[in-house]
């Protein structure tokens, strides 16, 4: 295999573990926030503010439709079927689209917390080597 070759190989062996620890996440954090298992303490600014909370909430169909897409792509690609890298690229889609609102969202607040910047800067980030990779190698570009 040329280095070449190699470079989508490896840029899609990254997105795909990535994307198992994503979508696994976001399914866990759902769980234990539907649950209010989170101390207040561990959780963001403001967590107690109603539109806040409600703004967290807004996230639940997005992370949720991300994972159950990425997890099925994973899925499907491991089996050879048909339409499992457009399923992916599906959910990288959504899984960068929530980090972006999550990002803009905190900026746009001017809340600079690490721990909730980085891992929304992950989502943001991760999925974009891997949406370029898929769509090159996509035959509708032919």
Do not use: H
Not at 1 to 9: F, G, I, Y
Not at 20 to 33: I, M, N, P, Q, R
Not at 113 to 134: H, R, T
Request: net charge positive.
């Amino acid at each position: 295999m040329s280095d070449t070759a190699a470079a989508p190989s490896r840029v899609l062996r990254f997105t795909k573990a990535s994307m198992v620890v994503t979508d696994v996440g976001f399914l866990a954090y759902w769980a234990v926030t539907l649950l209010a298992l989170i101390p207040a303490e561990y959780a963001y600014k403001d967590y107690r503010n109603p539109v806040l909370s409600d703004w967290n909430y807004s996230f639940v169909l997005l992370d949720v439709l991300a994972s159950v897409t990425g997890l099925a792509a994973l899925r499907l690609g491991r089996c050879g079927a048909a339409g499992a890298q457009a399923l992916m690229l599906v959910s990288l889609v959504l899984t960068s689209t929530a980090g972006l609102q999550a990002v803009a969202f905190w900026t746009l607040r001017g809340d600079f917390s690490p721990g909730w910047w980085l891992p929304n800067l992950f989502l943001l980030l991760f999925p974009i080597p891997g949406m370029v990779a898929l769509v090159r190698a996509s035959p509708a570009r032919a």
